[in-house]
Structures are given as structure tokens and as C-alpha cells.
């Protein structure tokens, strides 16, 4: 821009005005659509490194969903790996992986635990109901209190924790089958846990 | 050989719309220069048959397309990948927009009729408007043509033919898919006509009433058109997921609301812009952002950007490639707008209390509520790109901010068409609204005291409802009471949409205030009772569908006793893929739907099943269709179509 010359009226400055706003709007607009498109095929798009992997689980005791009244606590579930896959009624990213992680159960490598997220009751049974119940177990945190020691934000995600109760894994995100053969499927390997 | 034809057509119709985009652009410039008038002259002259030509090509490689479902030739990876054998005839030819390759030759073709209706329609209007409205029109083509036959081309053959294809997503085996895509799609891509319209203003400086007398139905029919699509969307989601719910502000669903929403304010503004002069830039504005929200919705969907229900897969080269066209088509727009509008004429000074007050508060209320779904919709990206974490936002924000602006919207609905232009006194209106207002507050009120559950909601519902219809019926009674002042088909239109409006918000609320569910585990002969009705769970039976297995639930609906109907709640397990389905089984009623779904055997014959009464939602549906038929009826008004002379 040069030198701004003298308006005789007030009509240009409020085109000014407008123009810029346009401008700002159109530009972050563009910018973040961009970036969405570039981050929309990493396939470690939603990975973020977990503070957690290497170190031991934290400690939890929730109730379970299909029995009321009764707790599991992480010292009972140690001795065997298991894989933590946190879920909700509301989300559908939950809904696209939940045929993966139904077909992974179905080979029986390891137990699949249900982490049930910020729920209401009656729509995670639904739920479950309507697509099948792959769990071994369902465990529930309403309030997402506990969430906040594995790090969740955000369902779905996934957790390995292996026989000794260290997190060993984690996916943020809908898990699909090249996630399950590319990733999983060689920490398990790793860990001894037997095909 | 076939195949080949289709893809010379879309190749041949890619060439005819850069015809139809350069040589009539560069002619309407010209036009204003005496010494290049023999070009103009014929440079605009190729406008009209190249849009004609389009349409033929565009059609051509559609039939082509379909003529290759129907008879199965897997070669074409798109064919394969979308159907398969066993595949009914009907789904088919609806296979066709099925997934994104085919579903952009949809919108091609769509844009196409469009494209060919605006030529056939436009000998009122001067050559030179006419030129650049094609024009751009031209050039939105060359964007959806190229992105088509470059990115994602339905026409690619295979190397080694499969013997038998994949198979249509089971969610789109329905009649309702059937007709809910083109629906939508004819309402997105029917934007582009007030869009183009827009641009032709910007270029020549000026913003004409007789024009934009001109693309008002267009506008309104675009509108009518989405309105019907987003219904059917909302209705298959109803029966087809099994939730019965009817809006879930999924991310493609809001894509298709955004631009729903910037259509009805733009619908408003170029009432008041046609009739007044008032606002002119805003209209302008209006009409860019409303057709830019289409394509928006259409990166959103495509792209890969944001997960979803809907979306298809994700593609990277195919989200730069449209994030690129949209750039271009609503950087361009902006650009021309920043430049042009700030000298277009002032319109007429208009009091406080007029009617375009309360129709720009019409319009902030939509383009607040519209920015609300955008930033909603846009929301997790944001987060994720400023690192602040994932975040999911859902129906709490969406519902509770768009209720917020909503509600003084409602208000406002019966007062507009009750106060007159540049100058009103308040107490006018207000005199003969009150006692209307009145008693829809007491009919509120009976509600609340009647309504067994969900108190606030029904009491809500009933009086915005009776206030919206009273306050509507209330301007028609000053109308035809009044002597020698016709009753016209824009004023039909309106009253018929505004009372879509009350409508719509019986349903919305009642059905959310008085939904009774129940998940039950049922075994055959068990009776269980909602309110007036009750449920007989009669066992389940294996049906053979033609490319599916399914557990056929038995449930008898009764009400007050009498049989109602025989529900058959529906789990289908697709031959191919595997992927299960639920169908509800529905009775539906003009005051309640009995709705049941069938869940998990739990083993001894016993099921989970699902049971619902909701009153109401119908009203939801058809609200939204007396909303749509408001628009259709509005741009039959023959007052749109004399546009060489003035105003009579």
C-alpha cells in the first residue's frame, strides 16, 4: 500500500474495512483447510507421542459397564497384555473402526478391553447392542476423571499394555487393518505375545 | 468401447465449458468498446449453444456410466468397486452417484442442467448479462469437469478384469438414497446461478432491480431443492441408522446446512435488495458466500479432512485439488467484490422500524447462526493445527447456540411480512400481533400442565409453533381483506414456507419432548407397554434378501388395544464385506411414529430390542417440504419473468 490519500468521503474506509476482514477471513480459512488436506493421509495423523509408552499404566479401579456395582481395578487385569479401546456412543470415528477392532478380538490374540468414555449408560448398551460387543470387558468412566491420567482426549484411541502393566502402545484415532498388521501387530510380536 | 465414448463426451463437454467461459467473458468486456463490437457480438453469441452443447456431452457420459452398471461390466474400476452381481436392478442405475468419482459426474451433470435452464430462460435479460452469467457459470464447469476426469475419472478401466465386484455401501441400499443425493446436489450446484449472477453485477458496476428480479427464483428454487435434500437425509438417517434420531450436526451434515442457512438469509436480502434497493453489497456478498459454502461442503466431504459418517475416502491429491478450485472461485469472487462494491449506488434510507430492519436482522441471525455451524464444523482442525488438542464438538454446542439464535428469529417471523417498508410505526404490528401472542403463550402453557414429560420442550414447541402459524395466518386475513390487492404466488410462497416454519418446530420439540424409549430383552409372546400402545414381540425369522441374509423381528403394534401394524425390524448382513445393517421397522403416523429395532440375540430366543414412540417427527419432514414448496411457489410469481419492462 502506499501512501494513503486523502478520502473525501467516508464511503472507501469502510470499504477498506470490509475488504480487510474479508481478507483475514479468507486467508485463515484457506491456510487451515490446507493444512487439513496435508495432514489428512499421514498415516500417523492423529499420533502425538504419549508421555506413557514405556511406563507402567496408571492406576485404576472403574466400574463395570455390564454389571453394576461391580469394580476392576488395574492390578487385576495385570499377568496378560490386553489392549485398551477407549469408546463412545457419541463418536463416529468409534463407529468406523469398531468392525476392526471386532475382527481383531475374534483372533483372540490378546483381551480387548472396552474403555467407555464419557457416556450415558443406556447409550453405550445401545450401542454395543447394535453393532456387537467384541469386549472382553467393558470398563466405564462417565466423567472422564480417570481419562485424564492415560492422557485421552479424544475417542476414539487405543492403548497396549502388556503383562507387567506397562503401556507399551498407543493410536489416536480410528484404528483400521494397516494399523493392526504395521503397528500392532510387530509390538506384539515383540513382546512375545504368541500369534 | 463404450466407456471410451463416455470419457471423449466428458473430455468434448471440458473443452465447451472453456468455450463457454472465455469467449463470452472476454465479449462482454468488449461489448463497451464501439471498435471491437462485431466481436462481442459473437464471442457472447457462443454463450447459449455451448451450454446447450455441454448439457448433451454431460448427459451422454452419464448414460454411458449407467449403462455400464446396469450391465455389469467390471472393467471400469468404479463399476467393480461400487456393485456387484447380485446387486438389485434399481440400485443399479442409483450405484451411479454411489461413491465420489460417479457422484461428481452427478453434480457435472446437474450443473449442466443448470447451465442449459439459464440459457433456455434468460432472452429477457441483456446480452451482455447474459454472457458473463454463462460465464462464470462456464468456468465453475471447467472446475467440477477438470476435477472429475483429472483426479477421479469413473470411466478408468482395469488391466485385469475382476469376475465379480465389490458391492454398494449397504447404507445406500434404500429408496431414500435413492432420491436424497441428486436432491441435494441439485440444490448445492443451483446456487452457482445467484453466484454467477453476482459476479456479472460486480463486473459491470451495477446492481440492476430488473436482474436481480430475474435470479431471485433461482435462488429460491436452488433452495427448495436443498431443503427437500437435507429432509431426506435427515429421514433415511431416521429409519436407515436405527437411532431414531433425525439430525446429529455430523459434519457433512452441517455442510449441507451452511449453505441452507446463507440461501434463506439470501433469499431475504434479495427481496429487500429487488424491492428497495437496500443493502445491494450485502445481496452480492451473500451470493458469493452461499455457493461458496456449497463447494465448501463438497471440499469437506471429499477431501478427507474431517471424518465422518459420510465422507468418502480420503484422497490427498483430490482435497488439493479442490481446496485449490475453491480457492480460486471464492478468492476471485472476493477479490472483485473488495474492489467493486464499495461503488455500487446506496439504496433508499429506511427507518428503524421498517421491514428492512427486521429482514437485516433476519439475516445476521442466519449468517451468525451459519458462522456458528462453520466454526463448529472447522473447530477440531483448528485445534489440532494450533496444537491445542483433540477436541470433538458436538450436539451441546451446536444445539444450544443455534436454539439462542433461533429463538428471537421466531419472534421476529410474523412481524415482517406485517410491517411495511422504509417507515413503520411499531404499535401498528404489535397491535395486531399481541393478542395473537397471547394466546399462543396460553396455549404454552397448557402444554406445559398437559405434557406428562419433557415440560419445558412441549410448552416451547406449542407456543413458538402457534405463534409462528397464528402470526403468518394473521398477515393472509389483512391480505385478502384488503380490496382490490391481489394475493401473489411470492406471498403464497411465503406464508406456505413460514408456516413450514411452525411446522418444523412442533415436531422439533414435541418429538424431543415426548419420546418414550425402551430397551427391553424380549422373548416371543412378551408384551410391553408404552403409554397407549403396546408392543407383542413375536419371535424372529431368517429372511434371504437378494444380496443379504437378515433377522427378521416380529414385533405387533397395538394402540388403545386395536392392532396397529406388524413391524418387521430388519438386521441385515450384506453377502459381500460382511457389514451388518439395522432397519427399523417403522409405523408411521401423522401424531406418533411406533418405532421398532431389532439388537443382539441373547440366546433361549430371547432379543434385545429397541422400542419408541415419538410424536410428532413427521411435522419435522413436513415442515421442511412446505418450506421447499414455499420456494417452488415463490418462483412461479410471474412478476419475476417481466424484466424488460418496469414494474407494473
Known sequence: ?195 | MLAELGQTAALLALLTALLQAVLPLAGAQAAADPARARFATAAMAVARPAAYAQLVLVLFAYVVLTIAFVQQDFSLRYVSDNSNSLLPLVYRYTAVWGAHEGSLLLWALMLSVWNAAVALWSKPLPEVVVARVLGVIGLVAIGFLSFMLFTSNPFERLLLVPVEGHDLNPLLQDPGMIIHPPMLYVGYIGFVVPFAFAIAALLDGNVDARWLRWTRPWTNVAWGFLTIGIALGSWWAYYELGWGGWWFWDPVENASFMPWLAGAALIHSQAATEKRGSFAGWTLLLAIATFSLSLLGAFLVRSGVLTSVHSFAADPSRGLFILAFLAAVVGGALLLYVLRAPRLPEGRAFAATSRETLLLVNNLLLAAACAMVLLGTLYPLLADALDLGKVSVGPPYFGTLFVLLMAPLVLLVPFGPLTRWQQEQASRPLAMLLPWLGLALLLGVVAWFMAPQGKLKAAAGVAAATWVLLGTLRFVWTRLRAQGRAFTPEMLGMTLAHVGIAVFLAGALLVEALNVQREVAMRPGDMVEIGRHTFRFDGVERVQGPNYVADRGLVQAFRDDRPLELLHPEKRAYASGGQVMTDAGIHAGVFADVFAALGESLGNEAWAVRLQVKPFVRWIWAGAFLMALGGFVTATDRRFRRVTQDRA
Open chain 1, 1 to 195: 500500500m502506499t501512501t494513503p490519500a486523502p478520502s473525501p468521503a467516508p464511503a472507501p474506509r469502510r470499504g477498506k474495512a470490509t475488504a480487510a476482514v474479508i481478507a483475514v477471513v479468507f486467508v485463515a480459512l484457506v491456510g487451515l483447510l490446507f493444512y487439513g488436506v496435508l495432514v489428512s493421509d499421514r498415516a500417523d495423523r492423529e499420533a502425538l507421542p504419549s508421555p506413557l509408552i514405556g511406563k507402567p499404566a496408571p492406576e485404576f479401579s472403574l466400574p463395570v459397564l455390564h454389571e453394576a456395582g461391580r469394580l476392576v481395578s488395574s492390578r487385576e487385569l495385570h499377568g496378560q497384555p490386553y489392549l485398551l479401546n477407549v469408546w463412545g456412543s457419541w463418536c463416529p470415528g468409534c463407529r468406523i473402526e469398531h468392525p476392526v477392532i471386532a475382527r481383531f478380538a475374534e483372533t483372540k490374540r490378546l483381551r480387548v478391553i472396552g474403555y467407555n468414555w464419557k457416556d450415558e449408560h443406556a447409550d453405550a448398551l445401545r450401542w454395543l447392542e447394535q453393532f456387537g460387543n467384541p469386549y472382553w470387558l467393558v470398563l466405564v468412566d462417565y466423567d472422564g476423571r480417570k481419562a485424564i491420567d492415560w492422557g485421552i482426549y479424544g475417542a476414539p484411541e487405543t492403548f497396549l499394555v502388556d503383562a507387567d502393566g506397562i503401556v507399551r502402545w498407543k493410536h489416536v484415532g480410528p484404528v483400521d487393518d494397516a494399523v493392526i498388521a504395521n503397528e500392532l501387530g510387530p509390538v506384539l510380536d515383540a513382546i512375545g505375545v504368541p500369534r
